[in-house]
């Protein structure tokens, strides 16, 4: 059961040319997104490795997502594609282990679309309140 006071912890994998150059325009223009969204900047989203992911989660995130460089314009030719299948297999993973797939997303974007950063941001914050604390936070309290 979703807790309505619940404030979501979501670790956001960025990629340095696109995503985290967004984000940082969306600072620049003073649009509001979540505080609780926390920013890794990687050189590219293709180096996101499955095991990042599982440990954003293991040590509290209750939501990842990763923000890419829009299809066919990654700086390293095909990064986007990889962390893409790696998502996609996360995910399935995540539902094994009772976690939950849902919690994961990832979105492509340009450098230049600080609104859309900000939008996936709340969205991903708000999806995140329906799905309430990450299931390994409960398991760990008294």
Request: net charge positive; aromatic share 10%.
């Amino acid at each position: 059961m979703p807790d309505n006071d619940f404030t979501p912890e979501i670790t956001a994998f960025c990629c340095h040319y696109c995503a985290y150059t967004a984000g940082d325009l969306a600072g620049y223009l003073h649009v509001n997104y979540p505080a609780t969204v926390k920013t890794v900047k990687f050189p590219c989203t293709g180096k996101v490795d499955i095991q990042y992911i599982l440990d954003a989660f293991e040590h509290g995130a209750d939501g990842v997502y990763i923000m890419a460089c829009l299809e066919g314009n990654c700086h390293h030719i095909h990064g986007n594609i990889r962390a893409r299948r790696r998502v996609e297999y996360t995910k399935k993973l995540l539902d094994q282990i009772g976690i939950g797939g849902d919690r994961l997303e990832i979105f492509n974007t340009s450098g230049y679309d600080g609104m859309k950063w900000a939008r996936i941001a709340g969205e991903m914050t708000e999806r995140i309140k329906k799905l309430g604390p990450n299931p390994l936070k409960r398991r760990a309290q008294p």
